[in-house]
């Protein structure tokens, strides 16, 4: 009938929002886990003037709320249909305010973030773009975490332009995802996979690259590390993938 | 609680992991742990611990498997093992879909402390009923 969903694809739709769900509340559970671990350790630290004990506790606390506000943004840019308001971005700028927006958690992680830039500037939803990189540099910083040397915890993000894409590219040389949880998340529906909420940051992501008309790849680097590539046509061209791009 | 013992927790989320060896520490046990689900076999073989914490819901290799492995291993298959998970239930089958024997007990995230106290008790009296 005109005007009404397949019936195939609206039970694709339930099922993916039923996985969806799923995640977000295997998400949750890990959050609140975090936050009951500072508390107990920022308490017992209190009564036993254990100072370390108490700093533990209060980092962890700091990095379970910081998880919990990507959690609630990523959950919004899932369940709306968000439309893309266009405006003209400085790229330095852009650069530079999801970097130090998402500093303070990374130095708490013991991880440095790096950032370079080309100058120039792009069309494109301005929290749309926040959220990407600060959706790609918090997942490297946590994949980055609890590396022994100090170069894998690193993550360094490099921005270019390249008519008409504006290419963005998060590295770390921690721990790659797994497949499993890649191809739930860059698969045409979000499937979770694995203990943690990784696939549901890289599917946000992937939601504003689409958005855009463009796209999100990952590659996974060698000998250790991964590479997240976002592109958005800033040109107001859009379709394809710049050909000079590896394929991920 | 036994004053004596070692209990591993295998877990690859570092915050869990910090969490309960804070609180083991604190009841009076010696920890290790491992985050890596891979290396949980010879991480047990070479700790030999009274008690293992086993999160079921990992990268790579899944708890479960690292639960099946450990009952195939000599050395470390009769150790005790208590499921720490998020998830609800989970299916138990060897190779050839045998059933696994069940373990210690299964706790849920985020942990009930008492809860949790009372199944590491048992598990370390040998008084666990199963999860």
């Given at each position: 009938m005109a005007g009404q969903e397949p019936r195939e694809d609206l039970a694709g739709r339930l099922e993916s929002q039923a996985e969806f769900v799923g995640s977000v509340t295997h998400a949750l559970k890990g959050v609140l886990n975090g936050l009951q671990g500072g508390l107990y350790l920022l308490e017992s630290g209190m009564s036993g003037n254990d100072a370390r004990r108490v700093e533990g506790g209060a980092a962890m606390i700091k990095q379970n709320a910081a998880r919990a506000r990507s959690l609630v943004s990523n959950?919004?840019?899932?369940?709306?249909?968000?439309?893309?308001?266009?405006?003209?971005?400085?790229?330095?700028?852009?650069?530079?305010?999801?970097?130090?927006?998402?500093?303070?958690?990374?130095?708490?992680?013991?991880?440095?973030?790096?950032?370079?830039?080309?100058?120039?500037?792009?069309?494109?939803?301005?929290?749309?773009?926040?959220?990407?990189?600060?959706?790609?540099?918090?997942?490297?910083?946590?994949?980055?975490?609890?590396?022994?040397?100090?170069?894998?915890?690193?993550?360094?993000?490099?921005?270019?332009?390249?008519?008409?894409?504006?290419?963005?590219?998060?590295?770390?040389?921690?721990?790659?995802?797994?497949?499993?949880?890649?191809?739930?998340?860059?698969?045409?529906?979000?499937?979770?996979?694995?203990?943690?909420?990784?696939?549901?940051?890289?599917?946000?992501?992937?939601?504003?690259?689409?958005?855009?008309?463009?796209?999100?790849?990952?590659?996974?680097?060698?000998?250790?590390?991964?590479?997240?590539?976002?592109?958005?046509?800033?040109?107001?061209l859009q379709g394809g993938e710049p050909k000079n791009l590896s394929s991920g | 609680m036994n004053q004596r013992c070692k209990i591993m927790v295998v877990d690859d989320q570092p915050d869990t992991v910090t969490f309960l060896k804070a609180w083991l520490e604190d009841q009076g046990c010696a920890c290790c742990s491992e985050q890596d689900s891979s290396s949980a076999i010879a991480t047990a073989l070479r700790e030999k611990p009274s008690l293992i914490l086993l999160d079921i819901n990992m990268p790579g290799m899944s708890g479960i498997e690292v639960y099946r492995a450990l009952r195939e291993t000599e050395g470390v298959r009769a150790i005790p093992v208590i499921f720490i998970t998020g998830a609800g239930q989970v299916q138990l089958f060897g190779h050839g879909c045998s059933l696994l024997p069940e373990p210690a007990a299964r706790i849920e995230k985020p942990f009930d402390l008492a809860a949790l106290k009372e199944a590491v008790s048992e598990a370390l009296n040998g008084n666990s009923h199963g999860g």
């Open positions: 959950i919004l840019y899932y369940a709306r249909e968000r439309q893309v308001l266009r405006e003209n971005l400085v790229l330095r700028e852009m650069v530079s305010r999801s970097v130090e927006a998402c500093r303070p958690a990374a130095m708490e992680r013991g991880i440095g973030l790096e950032a370079s830039t080309e100058d120039g500037t792009f069309s494109a939803d301005r929290a749309g773009v926040q959220a990407l990189l600060c959706n790609l540099l918090e997942l490297a910083a946590e994949q980055a975490t609890g590396e022994a040397n100090r170069e894998s915890r690193s993550v360094r993000l490099r921005a270019r332009m390249e008519p008409p894409w504006v290419i963005f590219e998060v590295a770390h040389g921690g721990t790659a995802l797994d497949r499993e949880t890649l191809a739930g998340a860059l698969g045409p529906t979000f499937k979770p996979a694995g203990a943690d909420r990784a696939g549901l940051w890289v599917h946000a992501a992937r939601r504003v690259c689409e958005a855009h008309g463009g796209f999100l790849r990952v590659e996974t680097l060698v000998p250790a590390g991964e590479r997240f590539i976002a592109g958005l046509p800033g040109g107001g | -």
